[in-house]
Nanobody
Framework: QPQLVESGGGLVQSGGSLRLSCAASGFNLDYYAIGWFRQAPGKEREGVSCISSSDGSTHYADSVKGRFTISRDSAKNAMYLQMTSLKPEDTAVYYC?????????????????WGQGTQVTVSS
């Protein structure tokens, strides 16, 4: 059974850093485009960053460019989101996801597998 499990969320002060992890089981992440999404209360789920399976190209939402870094570790079948210079507006539940498309997208619809989410709270 394919599964994604996030970890690493928590409470951090504005300007701080967190590293989110997402462990995959039941399938090989190398063959999937992978992405991180977030959803704040009362808002729609939005794409934060993604990596394509075809060429390893990455994409970031304008709101996180220069602050967040997405990566994957083939040996561990895992993906990560390093978040720095965190702001209160980054507060949300963060989800990892995997898509069978060759090129990644920050749109929600292409993603087939989703984690359960991890809460990130940034205090001012």
């Amino acid at each position: 059974q394919p599964q994604l499990v996030e970890s690493g969320g928590g409470l951090v002060q504005s300007g701080g850093s967190l590293r989110l992890s997402c462990a995959a089981s039941g399938f090989n992440l190398d063959y999937y485009a992978i992405g991180w999404f977030r959803q704040a209360p009362g808002k729609e789920r939005e794409g934060v960053s993604c990596i394509s399976s075809s060429d390893g190209s990455t994409h970031y939402a304008d709101s996180v460019k220069g602050r967040f870094t997405i990566s994957r570790d083939s040996a561990k079948n895992a993906m990560y989101l390093q978040m720095t210079s965190l702001k209160p507006e980054d507060t949300a539940v963060y989800y990892c996801a995997a898509s069978t498309d060759y090129y990644c997208s920050t749109a929600v619809s292409p993603y087939r597998y989703w984690g359960q989410g991890t809460q990130v709270t940034v205090s001012s």
